[in-house]
């Protein structure tokens, strides 16, 4: 290169003919490599992120469960319930106490406890209804008199058809 001009080597025409100096067309491409690459990354990423993340959210919230719509529900026969005493009968997907008084009333009210939905029942040694949870406490006419519950029991209509026993809800 002696004799020549140092300025002409690096020139415009001088970088297209020497082989080491010629500009790659495969640039473009290799950016878009890098970007797809970004994408399939990040993307992936996400998936990952959202496959473990939606049990758990699924879990944390459940799903509507919508309840049998009941009128009525059949709790057995008269002779089978004795006097002074109480039993658990299922109206749907909620519980039911039936109670038999020592006088042969019958009446009805939710199982449910107004304070935590605890299931109640009845004790014959206090004559009322009790909730074992917090020891809450509720007369015969299902109102509260004792404990943490915050309001009475819902109560229900208790019909006799011959011998059979039948409980529906109040309107």
């Not at 002779?79 to 039911?96: L, N, T, Y």
């Not at 009333?105 to 199982?111: M, W, Y």
């Not at 009322?128 to 008199?145: F, V």
Request: proline letters at 7%; aromatic letters at 10%; charged letters at 25%.
């Amino acid at each position: 290169m002696a004799g020549k001009n140092t300025d002409d080597f690096f020139s415009t025409e001088n970088r297209k003919g020497h082989p080491s100096m010629i500009q790659h067309p495969q640039e473009p491409v290799q950016q878009n490599k890098r970007d797809f690459l970004k994408f399939l990354l990040g993307g992936s990423l996400f998936a990952w992120l959202g496959s473990v993340f939606y049990p758990v959210l699924s879990y944390l919230v459940p799903p509507a469960q919508t309840e049998p719509e009941v009128a009525s529900v059949k709790a057995g026969k008269l002779a089978d319930i004795e006097k002074d005493s109480g039993m658990i009968v299922k109206f749907g997907a909620k519980p039911v106490i039936l109670i038999r008084s020592a006088s042969g009333d019958l009446r009805a009210f939710s199982a449910a406890c107004t304070h935590l939905e605890c299931t109640v029942q009845y004790r014959k040694d206090f004559g009322l209804i009790w909730c074992a949870c917090h020891n809450g406490k509720y007369d015969l006419n299902g109102k509260n008199i004792s404990g943490p519950p915050p309001r009475p029991l819902e109560e229900y209509r208790v019909t006799i058809q011959g011998d059979e026993i039948s409980i529906s809800k109040k309107s």
